[in-house]
C-alpha cells in the first residue's frame, strides 16, 4: 500500500464499505452541525466526505483546520443514510469515518475561495495561479486539455504521420508578428529569434525525405492578447505531408477534427464534409473570412438598385456615386417585431462607429410597399428588385449600410452576428466548421499603397506557373487557406511553393530582391533547390480547439499558467530585470526610457 493513501477521493464505493483506508488530499469544505464535523476531501480525481463526531480527540483540530489544507485521512468507509446520498459526486453513496488524521501540508489564509467557480478578478485568479487551477471548472479544463492533446497525437499516428521536434532558438522571420529575440552570448551582437511557427523547418523536413510530420508545437509571437489569443506563447497542432495537393490536407483534417469533436463534446457537427467558402464569397455574404455558419444570416450586395429612377433615397444615391457599395441583411418574419427592435440595431450600429443601418419592412396590402423609416423612398418595383435579389418575402426585413468596402464588410460583419444574437439564431449545441479558401496571394496596404503578401509568403500560387501575370499580382490567388469553427479561426495552411525561381519572383512582387531572399531565407532558398517535393500543410490551434470543446470564451481558461493582458506572468514576474553582470556577459547595455 503506498504510504499516502490506499485508494484516491473519487474510487470509494459501496463495495469498499467496513474497510479500513487511508485518503490523502485537500480540505475542499467543512460543515460543522454541532455534533458532527463533514469533511470533504479533494484530490485530483474528485471528492470524498469524511465524517467525525466531537467524541474523537480529532474534533477540535479538524474543526480549527485551514481549507486547502492537506492532511491524510484514515478511517472506515460507512455507508451513507439513504436522505444523504449525494448522486451529484460519485462517492456520494459512501463515507469515511475519521479515526486519525496528519497534516501533509499546511495552508495560510486563501486570497480566494477555490470551492467555488465564482468570478475572481484575473489579476488574482493569474497572481495565485496555482490556486486557481484547483478550482473545478478550470482543473477539469486542463485534464480536457491533456486528454485532447494525447487523443491527437494517438490519431496522426494512425494516419501515418511520425512526430519531429522543431529548434526554438531559430532566425528571425521578417514576416508574420513581432519576434522574441534572444541575445547570443558566444555571438555578440547577434540574436536568435523564438519561432513564431515552424514553418520553414517543417518544410525542411519534407525536403529531407519524410513524408507526413507533426508535432504539438509551441509558438512564440509578441502580440497583443486577445480573448482567443495569448499574448507570448500558444500551442498548435503543426502538420506537413509530401506529394499533396490541397484535397489532401483537407481529408486529413476533417477526419481528425470529427473524430476529436465527436469524443470530446456532445454537441452536434452541422458538418463532417466541411464546406469550402471562397475568401471573396465569405467577405461579400458574412463580412468576413472567420464567418460563424450557426448563424443562418447572409448580406448581399444591392448596389446596384440604387442605380434606379424609382429610387429616391438620395443620401445612398450620392455616396454610391462616389464609390461606396451598399449591402443588406434580411430577417425572415419580422413585420410584428416592436420599433424599438429595429431603433435599438441602429443605434448599436452607431455606437460601432457606423452611420447607422437603415431599414424597412417588406408589407403588402393591395401590392407591395416598404415600412418602415425609408420605405418611402422605394417603389413597388424597385421592392420587388430587392426581394428576387434577397430571396425576401412579405414580412421580411430589411437592414441596409452604404460605405467603401473595408468600412462596409466590417459592419455588416458585426451588425449580422448582432441581429442573430438579438432574435436567438445561433444554436449554441452545434459546431460548424468550414473551409476559407483561394485567398489572394498579395494585398496593398492601405497607409504605404505597398503590395505586400497576404497571407502566407511561401504559398504556391494558383494556376499554371508559366503563365502567372506578375504585372496584375492583385488578381494572383493561392493555395492557401485557413478553417474556421463557430466564427473563430482554427488555423491557417496551404501548399507550399517549392520552386526556388517562382519564389523570387513572388517576392520581387512583394519588394524583396534576390539578394534580400538569399540572406533572410537562406536555409529555405538552398534547400529547395536540391530538389523539393511538392508538399502542404497546416497548424490548427490547440489553444483554441480546447476553448472550442470547454465551452469558454477566454483562451486564459484553458491555459495552464497564461500572462495577463500586458504580456505579464503575475505569478512569477516575468518580465524581469536583469543584473548588470548577465547583461555585460551578452555584450547588451539598456536604454531605458525615462
Not at 473519487?10 to 485518503?23: D, W, Y
Not at 512526430?163 to 514576416?175: A, H, R, Y
Not at 509568403?457 to 485557413?482: C, H, R, T, V
Request: proline fraction near 4%; charge should be neutral; glycine fraction near 4%.
Amino acid at each position: 500500500m503506498n504510504k499516502y493513501r490506499s485508494h484516491n477521493c473519487n474510487e470509494l464505493r459501496k463495495k469498499n464499505v467496513g474497510n479500513k483506508v487511508l485518503i490523502s488530499g485537500w480540505i475542499n469544505k467543512k460543515r460543522d452541525h454541532g455534533n458532527l464535523l463533514f469533511i470533504d476531501l479533494r484530490d485530483n480525481y474528485g471528492i470524498t466526505q469524511c465524517i467525525i463526531d466531537k467524541e474523537n480527540k480529532n474534533f477540535i483540530d479538524l474543526e480549527k483546520m485551514q481549507l486547502e489544507t492537506v492532511i491524510q485521512i484514515e478511517g472506515i468507509v460507512v455507508n451513507r443514510s439513504s436522505e444523504t446520498i449525494n448522486k451529484d459526486i460519485e462517492t456520494g453513496e459512501i463515507e469515511v469515518s475519521i479515526n486519525n488524521f496528519i497534516v501533509l501540508g499546511t495552508c495560510k489564509e486563501l486570497p480566494m475561495p477555490i470551492f467555488s467557480d465564482q468570478e475572481y478578478s484575473e489579476e488574482i485568479r493569474l497572481k495565485y495561479r496555482f490556486l486557481d487551477l484547483r478550482r473545478k471548472k478550470i482543473h477539469e479544463n486542463i485534464i480536457l486539455r491533456s486528454k485532447v492533446i494525447s487523443f491527437i497525437r494517438n490519431e496522426m499516428n494512425k494516419f501515418g504521420f511520425l512526430e519531429f521536434q522543431t529548434p526554438i532558438l531559430t532566425s528571425s522571420s521578417p514576416e508574420g508578428a513581432r519576434d522574441f529575440l534572444v541575445p547570443s552570448r558566444l555571438n555578440p551582437g547577434k540574436f536568435y529569434a523564438l519561432p513564431q511557427a515552424p514553418q520553414q523547418f517543417k518544410q525542411l523536413i519534407m525536403v529531407s525525405g519524410f513524408d507526413k510530420y507533426f508535432q504539438i508545437a509551441p509558438c512564440f509571437r509578441d502580440e497583443d492578447a486577445r480573448a482567443d489569443r495569448s499574448p507570448g506563447e500558444f500551442y498548435q497542432l503543426d502538420l506537413e505531408m509530401s506529394f499533396v495537393e490541397q484535397e489532401d490536407v483537407f481529408n486529413v483534417v476533417e477526419k481528425l477534427l470529427v473524430n476529436t469533436f465527436k469524443k470530446f463534446s456532445n454537441k452536434k457537427l452541422l458538418y463532417e464534409k466541411f464546406p469550402k467558402i471562397t475568401y471573396a464569397d465569405a467577405l461579400l455574404k458574412y463580412g468576413t473570412d472567420k464567418p460563424d455558419l450557426r448563424n443562418p444570416l447572409e448580406i448581399h450586395d444591392i448596389t446596384e438598385v440604387f442605380s434606379r429612377d424609382d429610387v429616391s433615397f438620395e443620401i445612398f444615391k450620392k455616396l454610391v456615386k462616389t464609390g461606396s457599395r451598399v449591402r443588406c441583411i434580411v430577417t425572415k418574419n419580422t413585420k410584428d417585431k416592436p420599433r424599438s427592435f429595429f431603433d435599438n440595431i441602429d443605434k448599436w450600429a452607431k455606437d460601432q462607429g457606423a452611420s447607422g443601418l437603415a431599414y424597412f419592412t417588406f408589407e403588402k396590402d393591395k401590392e407591395i410597399f416598404a415600412k418602415g423609416p425609408i420605405g418611402k423612398f422605394f417603389s413597388k418595383d424597385s421592392l420587388t428588385e430587392l426581394m428576387n435579389k434577397t430571396n425576401s418575402k412579405v414580412g421580411d426585413s430589411i437592414f441596409l449600410a452604404c460605405s467603401k468596402q473595408k468600412e462596409l464588410e466590417k459592419i455588416t460583419a458585426l451588425a449580422r452576428d448582432k441581429i442573430a444574437k438579438d432574435l436567438n439564431l445561433i444554436d449554441e449545441n452545434i459546431f460548424a466548421f468550414c473551409w476559407i479558401v483561394d485567398y489572394p496571394m498579395f494585398e496593398r496596404d492601405d497607409q504605404t499603397n505597398k503590395i505586400g503578401f497576404s497571407h502566407n509568403p511561401f504559398s504556391m500560387p494558383q494556376g499554371d506557373i508559366e503563365k502567372i501575370n506578375f504585372e496584375n499580382p492583385l488578381n494572383i490567388l493561392a493555395y492557401q487557406y485557413d478553417i474556421v469553427c463557430n466564427g473563430i479561426e482554427l488555423s491557417s495552411g496551404a501548399i507550399r511553393n517549392h520552386i526556388p525561381e517562382l519564389m523570387y519572383k513572388l517576392f520581387a512582387v512583394a519588394g524583396y530582391d534576390k539578394k534580400q531572399v538569399d540572406e533572410k531565407f537562406s536555409g529555405m532558398i538552398n534547400a529547395l533547390s536540391y530538389g523539393a517535393p511538392p508538399h502542404g500543410g497546416i497548424a490548427p490551434g490547440i489553444d483554441r480547439i480546447v476553448m472550442l470543446l470547454a465551452n469558454e470564451k477566454n483562451i486564459r481558461e484553458v491555459t495552464m499558467f497564461p500572462m495577463n493582458q500586458n504580456a505579464q506572468d503575475l505569478m512569477m514576474n516575468a518580465p524581469s530585470t536583469v543584473s548588470e553582470n548577465q547583461l555585460k556577459e551578452l555584450n547588451l547595455s539598456l536604454k531605458v526610457k525615462k
